[in-house]
């Protein structure tokens, strides 16, 4: 009984050890995420292509429709 009472005592103590080094440890705050415009000149980008589709799709219908 004694021996067992001896393992739980040391199991608890490196438990205990363990828990308090993995607290210990903090990591920093990671950053704010930022823009570095790629995303906007993307926005922009692909509204311009947009555009550009309904623009051909709107002159062609018109010239389809002179014939």
Do not use: C, W
């Amino acid at each position: 009984m004694e021996a067992k009472r001896a393992m739980m005592m040391m199991l608890a103590l490196v438990m205990g050890m363990a828990f308090s080094v993995v607290q210990a440890t903090s990591s920093a705050p990671a950053p704010s995420p930022t823009s570095d415009g790629t995303s906007i000149d993307q926005g922009i980008a692909y509204a311009l292509m947009l555009l550009a589709l309904v623009l051909t799709y709107l002159i062609h219908a018109a010239d389809v429709f002179n014939y």
